[in-house]
């Protein structure tokens, strides 16, 4: 088995390279004065193990022409840590893509698997025309939440969507767990409805999927303040940080933050690495 990277998700694939005992391919990229994306990489396995995040177009160009690179690979499984455009899962409004599914299709193309991570929408995998499948880190945060040494710990999902997540945390960690209610004013502004917690002289750590501008965690830390919480942590799988999401958060109180290396940045404390690494090996 071999695996081959984009640009976005190097770390991660010398991670997993290490844990799967194989070889990591070196891969050029360049862009041509017109901006196109040039790339050339090295002989594939007929196991091959395609890696890379969709944070943004090039991002996704370079998927593509990483698996039409590898047309001799006999198998391919494309890992997406983080998939970007998988929260338009459908179409809102009329005029607009399902751009998941375009995705989803476009990724297909002699690809015998897909893993992803803590997918945002499940509903997507089943857009990909092979079998595709989401892995969950929630036992790694649990993981890292115990050795983080807080006291009277109390995990909290900050909408309805991240209770289940939450939930699966709280169990690896043996804490407490409780869930907010958000409502989404715009894409980056959120209210988040207020509710009486017993966070009084507790350490509460704010776990999500994604966070994106930081404008959900904020505005929650915000609430757990003004109630009385000892200090007020985030964790996510997918930290994008968007707009300044990154100084928000700590502006905003938080005292730590903390990703996995889907997205990698200074913030990623955990990997995702064992997890692909054993789905890999036993599906
Ligand atoms: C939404 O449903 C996701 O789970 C996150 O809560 C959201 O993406 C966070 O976005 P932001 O950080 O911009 O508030």
């Given at each position: 088995m071999?695996?081959?990277?984009?640009?976005?998700?190097?770390?991660?694939?010398?991670?997993?390279a290490?844990?799967?005992?194989?070889?990591?391919?070196?891969?050029?990229?360049?862009?041509?004065?017109?901006?196109?994306?040039?790339?050339?990489?090295?002989?594939?396995?007929?196991?091959?193990?395609?890696?890379?995040?969709?944070?943004?177009?090039?991002?996704?160009?370079?998927?593509l022409?990483?698996?039409?690179?590898?047309?001799?690979?006999?198998?391919?499984?494309?890992?997406?840590?983080?998939?970007?455009?998988?929260?338009?899962?459908?179409?809102?409004?009329p005029?607009?893509p399902?751009?998941?599914?375009?995705?989803?299709?476009?990724?297909?193309?002699?690809?015998?698997?897909?893993?992803?991570?803590n997918?945002?929408?499940?509903?997507?995998?089943?857009f990909?025309?092979?079998?595709?499948?989401?892995?969950?880190?929630?036992?790694?945060?649990?993981?890292?939440?115990?050795?983080?040494d807080?006291?009277?710990?109390l995990?909290?999902?900050?909408?309805?969507?991240a209770?289940?997540?939450?939930?699966?945390?709280?169990?690896?960690?043996?804490?407490?767990?409780?869930?907010?209610?958000?409502?989404?004013?715009?894409?980056?502004?959120?209210?988040?409805?207020?509710?009486?917690?017993?966070?009084?002289?507790?350490d509460?750590v704010?776990?999500?999927?994604?966070?994106?501008t930081?404008?959900?965690?904020?505005t929650?830390?915000?609430m757990?303040?003004?109630?009385?919480a000892t200090s007020?942590?985030?964790?996510?799988?997918?930290g994008?940080?968007?707009?300044?999401?990154?100084?928000?958060?700590?502006?905003?109180?938080?005292?730590?933050?903390?990703?996995?290396?889907t997205?990698?940045?200074?913030?990623?404390?955990?990997?995702?690495?064992?997890?692909?690494?054993?789905?890999?090996?036993?599906?």
């Open positions: 071999k695996i081959i990277s984009t640009e976005y998700s190097q770390v991660l694939a010398s991670r997993l290490e844990e799967l005992q194989c070889e990591l391919i070196y891969t050029e990229y360049k862009h041509f004065p017109d901006n196109e994306i040039y790339l050339k990489t090295g002989m594939p396995d007929a196991d091959t193990v395609i890696i890379g995040s969709i944070v943004d177009n090039d991002s996704f160009v370079q998927l022409l990483l698996i039409d690179a590898c047309e001799e690979a006999e198998n391919i499984t494309l890992v997406l840590p983080y998939m970007g455009y998988a929260r338009q899962d459908k179409k809102f409004n005029g607009e399902i751009s998941g599914r375009a995705i989803a299709k476009a990724l297909s193309r002699n690809v015998k698997k897909v893993i992803a991570v997918i945002h929408e499940e509903h997507v995998l089943s990909f025309d092979c079998p595709a499948t989401s892995v969950s880190l929630a036992s790694t945060i649990g993981t890292y939440v115990r050795e983080m807080l006291s009277h710990t995990i909290l999902g900050p909408d309805v969507g209770a289940n997540f939450s939930q699966d945390v709280a169990n690896a960690c043996g804490s407490a767990c409780d869930h907010l209610q958000k409502v989404r004013l715009s894409g980056v502004e959120v209210k988040i409805q207020p509710k009486n917690l017993d966070v009084r002289g507790r509460v704010i776990v999500d999927d994604i966070i994106s930081g404008g959900t965690l904020a929650a830390a915000g757990l303040h003004e109630q009385g007020v942590h985030a964790i996510c799988v997918h994008i940080f968007a707009s300044g999401g990154y100084a928000r958060l700590l502006s905003g109180g938080i005292q730590s933050v903390a990703s996995s290396d997205i990698e940045s200074a913030a990623s404390k955990f990997s995702a690495a064992r997890l692909i690494a054993q789905e890999i090996l036993h599906s």
